[in-house]
């Protein structure tokens, strides 16, 4: 457990974070200059060789994550509200965390598929900040990211088109004794 993090650690690695919106995951890491060939092999590796061996654990992560930025709290819940209002069909409809329910159910062979789906050369950006030479980065970049193939499979895009909004859209939020305590117009 935990030892994708214990080897950029053991590098002087700082800010180690992930975060995941609604059009893009994104890993972020600061390493010294000197580790830059590591973090090549390490996020390369990352993408080629997935390890899901703490599936469950954050599955629950994801769960309090759930609880605590929306079904506990009143600018979560009228976030949710307001994705509803404002879009009809398109996924942006729903928050990029989940339903407690979706979260709870979703199988190891569904987010391996998502993976394999999303997780591309054709769709991934890499972002270097620091005192680098441009050619040489691109020569390491290109020694282990150049292992990943583009799968034949186009990527996958979303097609649907929202329907013309004619009229307002309102939404509100109840405290538990049923009285308004946001409205959105």
């Not at 457990?1 to 919106?21: M, R, V």
């Not at 729903?94 to 709870?104: R, V």
């Not at 998502?114 to 270097?128: I, K, Q, S, W």
């Not at 900040?129 to 970049?141: F, N, Q, R, T």
Request: proline share 6%.
């Amino acid at each position: 457990d935990n030892q994708f993090s214990q080897i950029y650690e053991s590098k002087g690695a700082e800010d180690l974070n992930a975060q995941t919106a609604k059009d893009y995951t994104m890993y972020v890491v600061s390493l010294p200059k000197n580790s830059f060939e590591l973090w090549t092999f390490m996020e390369a590796d990352r993408i080629i060789n997935p390890v899901f061996r703490q599936f469950y654990d954050e599955r629950e992560v994801i769960r309090e994550e759930r609880r605590s930025n929306y079904d506990d709290s009143p600018q979560g819940k009228m976030y949710e509200q307001l994705l509803f209002a404002a879009y009809q069909k398109h996924p942006y409809r729903f928050s990029n965390i989940g339903f407690a329910k979706d979260i709870e159910q979703i199988p190891l062979s569904e987010v391996k598929w998502l993976h394999e789906t999303f997780y591309r050369p054709d769709n991934m950006v890499v972002t270097l900040v620091g005192d680098l030479d441009p050619e040489e980065a691109v020569k390491v970049i290109e020694k282990y990211f150049g292992k990943l193939k583009n799968p034949e499979s186009k990527k996958p895009t979303i097609d649907i088109v929202e329907p013309v909004q004619a009229k307002e859209r309102t939404t509100k939020l109840s405290d538990p004794n049923s009285q308004p305590y946001l409205v959105l117009a």
